[in-house]
């Protein structure tokens, strides 16, 4: 069945870098796509970015210039990174896959703090 | 970007009592929407893809509808386990956007 679990520090210092893992099961990177979405607490949710099948990527503008996502189809990994954190970056991580642009499966998400 | 309006904020209702929820595209983006119920405390779970396509192992109570602007999602007679957030999704166009809920509660 398909999986997705995220995996990543907890807490993270002002202005440094975020880096999560997603680790996936049950299906191929090369066959689908994965996002990363966020929530900070108590609102709503974001999306952040995409990597398709392809290995093609593609940001939300507004974090556009901070982000990068890239994978390891050999290890079935995908990876956010994600520079110049504030603490309006706190927030709950998601990675979800979709094969047709809606996410029909979701990670149970990392809680990522930024604080000094 | 694409911005969807979800109403109410909040619906206050009874469990047994059928509800309807609103979202609004701010163009017109065909049945490109998708509908997610988040428990708290809980990842989102998909309900409905493209407005009205049923998703395997969602009850039958959720329905969707709607095209262009004006979407609805449905649920026939709540049951106390409907109570949780739900939130709207385009794919229209990059980005893709949500809507910024409508917490369902228990009158």
């Known amino acids: 069945q398909v999986q997705l679990k995220e995996s990543g520090p907890g807490l993270v210092q002002p202005s440094e870098t975020l880096s999560l893992t997603c680790t996936v099961s049950?299906?191929?990177?090369?066959?689908?796509?994965v996002h990363w979405v966020r929530q900070p607490p108590g609102k709503g949710l974001e999306w952040m970015g995409i990597?398709?099948?392809?290995?093609?990527?593609d940001y939300n503008s507004a974090l556009k210039s901070r982000l990068s996502i890239s994978r390891d189809t050999s290890k079935s990994q995908v990876f956010l990174k994600m520079n110049s954190l504030q603490t309006e970056d706190t927030a709950i991580y998601y990675c979800?896959?979709?094969?047709?642009?809606?996410?029909?499966?979701w990670g149970q998400g990392v809680m990522v703090t930024v604080s000094s | 970007d694409i911005v969807l309006t979800q109403s109410p904020a909040t619906l206050s209702v009874t469990p047994g009592e059928s509800v309807s929820l609103s979202c609004r595209a701010s163009?017109?983006?065909?049945?490109?929407i998708h509908w997610y119920q988040q428990k708290s405390n809980e990842s989102p779970r998909l309900l409905i893809k493209?407005?009205?396509q049923s998703i395997s192992g969602i009850p039958s109570r959720f329905s969707g509808s709607g095209s262009g602007t004006d979407f609805t999602l449905s649920i026939n007679r709540v049951e106390s386990e409907d109570f949780s957030v739900y939130y709207c999704?385009?794919?229209?166009?990059?980005?893709?956007?949500f809507g910024s809920g409508t917490k369902l509660e228990i009158k």
């Open positions: 049950g299906f191929s990177l090369t066959s689908n796509s």
């Open positions: 493209y407005a009205s």
């Open positions: 990597i398709r099948s392809g290995g093609s990527t």
């Open positions: 999704q385009q794919s229209y166009s990059l980005p893709l956007t």
């Open positions: 979800t896959h979709s094969y047709s642009a809606y996410f029909d499966y």
């Open positions: 163009q017109g983006i065909s049945t490109s």
